[in-house]
């Protein structure tokens, strides 16, 4: 159920932006500090958020694919606190931040849509965090798998289930060799 209305929504945003942006593989849509003015949403491609800690490391916090909405708790605040990078080849859509609350103010229904939309967004963070908490490949594997409903994305991108769930593609593939039938 969540799921369906965070469709809806996203096909709601995307249907009032009207701006629709191409971005090239490797570089930023925004930085770390810079000003929150517009919300973004991903019609094709991939952008990863990334937050870069004291200690020089980053960590990726959120991967954005097809219809998604980038850095959604971003709405709340000045400014952003990762860089978003773009991973491949990306289209987007954007709306002015301003103009975005302005119709959470005024729809009653895109307001409940918005939050049924970040309640799954909690949900799924808890999820790939259990997800994380796992020991082993195999268990971290079958978990991910319960999550999508069993399914298995194209080769081509296996690299990007072994990112979410902390496993090197090489990891991956032996476990997935191993269940072969």
């Not at 191409?22 to 849509?29: Q, S």
């Not at 709405?75 to 975005?100: G, M, Q, R, W």
């Not at 908490?133 to 072994?162: C, E, F, Y």
Request: charged letters at 25%; aromatic letters at 8%.
């Amino acid at each position: 159920m969540i799921l369906i209305m965070s469709e809806e929504f996203v096909d709601k945003l995307i249907a009032i932006t009207g701006k629709r942006r191409e971005l090239v593989h490797g570089t930023h849509l925004f930085y770390q500090g810079d000003r929150v003015k517009k919300i973004f949403v991903i019609e094709k491609g991939y952008i990863e958020l990334t937050r870069h800690q004291i200690d020089g490391k980053s960590i990726v916090l959120q991967r954005a694919s097809c219809k998604t909405v980038l850095a959604e708790a971003s709405v709340y605040s000045d400014i952003y606190h990762c860089d978003a990078v773009v991973a491949l080849s990306t289209s987007i859509y954007e709306l002015p931040k301003n103009a975005f609350l302005a119709r959470l103010r005024e729809d009653d229904d895109f307001s409940n849509l918005w939050a049924a939309h970040l309640a799954g967004e909690v949900q799924n963070a808890r999820y790939r965090s259990e997800i994380l908490s796992r020991k082993t490949v195999a268990a971290r594997l079958d978990g991910w798998l319960a999550w999508q409903g069993n399914k298995l994305p194209k080769k081509g991108q296996w690299k990007g289930i072994a990112a979410q769930i902390g496993i090197s593609p090489e990891a991956l593939y032996r476990e997935l060799a191993k269940r072969r039938p």
